[in-house]
């Protein structure tokens, strides 16, 4: 019998990995503009509260005032620059949301591989404990656990929602599983007694990673959406640089949709949140072809 | 406060709780040619899909002023208690013991029949079963102790309180209980029903098993009470419910009404409403006729005075303060409380908390501005520290208090960072608001301070009474009695418990004792006890409390239990499009009242075409 080896093209040289990889994000404008989004908005989380240090100050007297030159954004309920709270709140959004992608993407993508792999009762308890994370029902939860956590920090969020977040990978990264190890390059690597270790990081994991990173960068946004959720429904603590408190002050305090006035301090977080989508998703198209090894063979 | 809807909520309750103020009586054409919809919203609450047409229960489609009616409706006069405007009583005398109501002749229900005696008897009794029975002369907000209902004269009934028992507000307590018909309601009290209540008020210590044994009985009859759903509403007011549907309610005039010449709409539609940003969308739209207070930001003002409504303004006996746990180091020391106090600029605070419906606090009494007034001579009011905002003066304070300031912020006397958290509840918008600021201050004056959220306010009330928050909001001066006022500083909330004529204080955990403050000061070279005066003040008439009232006044300015911060204002909206002879600002005991109300002194007549 003859055993057949997948053709795997030579690992490209660091040099032309990157010419590779400069080559890709740059055949379409839209990944770069999707990139330049993503980048803008890190730098922001990184070294936005930098830029303001200290508490942001108040002004009673310019309460909702409009945009000028002192505030390109305008001010809030208390006379607070909202542009100043936009840089200053993106790290919390931004690193609560990191985190959770993380979390939710490295639990989801061992659980997947170790049952789908594995079969038999590590699949069957794995895929029950996955089925219990998919029928908690998050945004309820999420409240629920406000109450007793005050998730004041970006991390505690973040693990809690990663934690509760995990299900739907685990689960499309197992059927993604079965049917790589039916493949014949796993049955070889099987065959020729390779480890286990060796064959779910060095032969499974590449072959989903293209699936994995792009429900991570797709989880981002879940992720944004359900803190902003938290904090816009007023049950976790208040931060007047929140972006989600942005968003409820805006509309149960300044009544924006009974006066323009506060219509700024409303639409910059929400522009915000609509960017980073937007950067996502148009950066999504140059992942999916720098870790699809068929993309990249016809590139 | 939903979000902003629940702003307003603890203002609402405080409406409810308090007696009020004087007003000129009715205005306005008797003539009832009129007609027309007369739309509004009920700021005590939204309309709750499903919920009975029962004034009992919490969440019930009823309508006070509307459809439910009280025996009078109270002016919140703050000189006087027993200032009514009448309801279903056309007069009342009162003693020191009892109370005789004189009843409407013409009274009716919807259905035709007479308002008797036999109704009064038993919305007393069922009042009673409504968490209001308590063993023994209860709290310092002692309960409503009616001891018997008797019919003296023809639609004439002398309302009786438990024997011993003294309290200034028992008049009011009667006079506004909720009137319902016997023949709805007689069949979910047993036949016993006085018995129970004789027994739950038994102050006789052989027999407390007894009462408490009443006690949960009555409770019993009051659950069965409040999830009573009657098949049509009986209304002895000037309307009554035809329909509720999810979005609103509709009342048709009651041609039965004693009054019902005077009442000027033929119908009225109370809208529902999620919040307060709805509230404003239907103004906005011009769509209400009256609206009661809603916390409300300037720029949302602007639009909807610009869409034809008119701002009528009341005096409104409640503030906001921050309120200290003084069982927590360091707001155990006055002085670094006065500290607080100059550190925060009330101006500033109320400018973003209530720029609408709030004004700086002058000074902290206990009491709002205008009662403080009444009640201190202008000597006292001018020896009052305003605590203004001075920081240098603060620095000075905490350096006597033993603090210390290193790289900008201070630190306590033991060498610790001093950080604050600020407590306050979610949708509370005013508080969240006017939290940030103050926030802000002590942060720039170096005390890292940051805000935080309670999920709701009866969580917050029972982690407030764990002494879970070392700082935060606070409703004061809830009047317009000097009694109630004080009692929210120095009553259950501060361990004070009052039996018959004996005090009693409680401190440490399940106390409820959450202010801690102590139990006596020296005041003008006297020791005085701050509970036992509050205590003293709910069994004088007003004539009576003026010492007593003037001392815990400048014994509160002194020590800050609390710091007041803004006094609220009752700011409501009318709208003249459709109708006229609205209550103008200054109408306070009017504009304390529901619609209704005003209708039925004559107020709210329809537009001449």
Redesign the interface.
Known sequence: MTVTFPSVPAAPRPSSRRARTLRVLTRRPGRVVGLGIIVLFALLAAFGPLLYPGTIAVDPEAVYAPPSAEHWLGTDFAGSDVLQEVVVGARYVLLTAAVAALVAAAVGTLVGLVAGFRRGLADSGLMRLTDFVLTLPGLPLLIVLSTLWSFGSAFQMGLVLGATGWGGVARAVRAQTLSLRERGFLEAARGLGLPQRHILLRELLPNIAPYVAMNLLLSVIGFIGAEVALFFLGVVPFSSENWGVMLNQAVFSGGVMSSPEALTYLLAPLTCILLITLGIVLFMDAVDELFNPRLRERS | M???RRAALPLAAALLLGTTAACSPGAGSSDSAGGGTFTTIDGNHPISAGAPMNPFNAAGNTFLGYDTMQLGFTKKNPQDPNDFFPGLARSWKVTDSSITVELEPDAKWSDGTPVTGEDVRASMAIALTQGSATVGAGLLTQGLDVAEVKETAPHTFEISQVPGAKNVQFPRLVLTQKIVPASVYGSLLPADVWDVIHASQSADPGRADAAKAAVDRLNEIGKKVSAFAPAKDVSAGPFVITRVNPGSAVLDRNPHFFAAGKIGPKQVVVRNYT???QI??YM?NGELDAAPFTA?????L???LKAGNRRVDAVNYVDAAIAFNQGVAPFDKVEVRQALAHVIDR???T??GQ?VGGTASKATTGLIDKVAEKWLTPEQQAALDPYRHDEAKAAELLQRAGLTKKDGTWHLPDGTPWTLTLQ?V??F?DW??G???V??QL??FGIPT????T?DFS?YKKEMADGKYPVGFWLTALGPGTDAAFQRLYGADDGFTAIGATVTHKSGQGSGNWLNTPTSFTLDGATVNPGELTAKLTVLKPEEQKEIVQQLARLSNQQLPVIQVWDYTNVQFVNDKRFTDFPKSGQDGLLSNSPGVWMMQGYVQPKKK
Request: net charge neutral.
């Open positions: 939903n979000n902003a919040g307060n940003e404003w969308s906005t409300i930001p300037d720029n949302v602007q639009r909807i101006e500033a605070v400018k973003v720029p306050t979610n949708g918008s969240i608001a939290g940030t600021v926030a802000n942060t720039a940051k805000t935080a959220l999920a969580t």
